[in-house]
């Protein structure tokens, strides 16, 4: 295998150096959207192969895998904003990144218009904000006793690897470089923006992300299975392990609401101390008063009608008993009949993570978004898949559709004679279940499962929430939301929602 030779003269922290001095200069010297990245990126490609074996249920029901070829030897560990975490991959090309703008065509292809470093780069406002990498190679390899995954950045054709999707336009044509949508979507005068310090776009669906993406342009459908599966393989390799939940809790152990202990006005409320102490400064919160309604799910209107999707700037102690918990808001009336519910977080929270990967403050306490290979996930909330549906052809049997270029519809027939079948499943009684071992669809990005697991700690260590014995078409709910728990991760799937249905937890990414 073709092998960098500057691996071989320097060490970690010298080629770290030398890999920032370099983007440095480059993003001064170029014009994102004119450079010739294929032989940008031709001449930096390596061909090492990084590869990690799992073994089946059946031989090793565990969510460790085995590290196999150039990923022998090598550790990595997720950071902190204070801490930054041991990254022995990072100084190979197949895990080079930089943050950019980018635009979509009418083609729907994703073009970089500036990189991290330019003058014209922004995270913040009206702009969308992606991660760029090379072309990615990836495989799964099935063996007597399970299977391999592989990533380079060359094709390897010994080992039947294929283009990473987020490497393709929607036609399936190979592309000089690859983007992956950074953050959850933010709305800003009306239209959609992936950038940070926004927060989330809530109550969004699989039907109605068309017509808001549509606004930004002809191109334009929105993130699906090409994210998730660059997760996926990105955890897989760097990792070793098929539980996302094993390295990074995310934010998915945060669903706290309380009515208020006392009435107030200002820019706060009040509640007991040991309630108070529940609540983290930067996590974000709705206010509302329900007056004498009892339904207090998130998604009415009164349970944020004094403040929706606001930050916590500080928890301040009033006496022994209570505590205030200021937000970031103007001043409200706050009755004896009001509430405060935790909701999904606002883009960026990761922006002051040290490293490639990690979480602020911590990584395992469920209370913080996380970044993996730059690209921000587990905010709280489902990530509705532009280009992923599925069909309850019956109480226990799930047909999975996908389709490259997200071509939207959500006519039946046309998904099943023009989209792509990923697969099928049963589930017994329409029971919800553990999410063991997947299939992957190469092309498309998208998977499925494949076999039941035994729980947090087999296979993906994800749950399946089924969607009861009703039959019908789905929208793809994956990721999980601030309540999910040990259920939550990468390859977690709600199948309930019909492809209308938005709640206060259904987020998108441009």
Known sequence: MKRNKVLQIADKPTLDKILDYTRRIDAGIFNAQSLDWGAYFSSRATGEVFSTKFYKQSVSDTVIGERLNDSVGKTCEPS???????????????????????????AGVKIPTYIDGQGGFSRTGKVDVGVLTPPLYYGIQQVSDGEIWHLSDSPHPELGLVLMPHCKDAKGNP????????????????????????????????????????????????????????????????????????????????????????????????????????????????????????????????????????????????????????????????TATSYISTMPLYSGQTDSVLGNDGSMTSNTDN?????????????????????????????????????AGADYTTDLATFQNTWKKIGEFTSTGSADIWIGEINVDLETGAHMIRTIGNGSASGTGDRYYFGGDSIGLREHLSRGSLGSGANAGLSFLNGGNGLSIAWWNCAVCV
């Open 367 to 403: 209370r913080h978004s996380y970044k993996l290979q730059g690209v921000e996930d587990s905010i709280g909330a489902y990530m509705v898949s532009s280009n992923e549906v599925m069909y309850k052809e019956t109480a226990e049997k799930t047909i999975f559709y996908a389709k």
């Open 80 to 106: 902190t904003d204070t801490v930054k975490g041991r990254d022995d991959f990072a100084p190979y090309n197949a895990f080079w990144f930089t943050d950019c703008n980018f635009i979509v065509n009418d």
């Open 175 to 334: 592309l000089p470089y690859g983007i992956i949508t950074k953050y959850y979507a933010g709305t800003i005068d009306g239209v959609f923006y992936s950038s940070s310090g926004l927060p989330v776009s809530n109550f969004t669906s699989y039907q109605s992300l068309r017509t808001a993406m549509q606004k930004k342009g002809a191109g334009y459908t929105g993130s699906g299975s090409e994210r998730s599966i660059f997760l996926i393989t990105m955890l897989r390799i760097k990792y070793a392990t098929s539980s996302s939940q094993k390295i990074f809790a995310g934010y998915t152990n945060y669903s706290y609401q309380y009515k208020v202990s006392q009435a107030s006005t200002g820019n706060y409320v009040v509640l007991t101390k040991a309630q108070a102490a529940n609540f983290l400064i930067g996590s974000v919160v709705s206010i509302g008063d329900p007056v004498a309604n009892t339904n207090i799910d998130r998604g009415n209107a009164y349970m944020r009608n004094l403040a929706d999707k606001v930050m916590i700037t500080k928890v301040e102690a009033v006496d022994a008993t209570y505590s205030r918990v200021y937000v970031d808001a103007p001043s409200m009336i706050v």
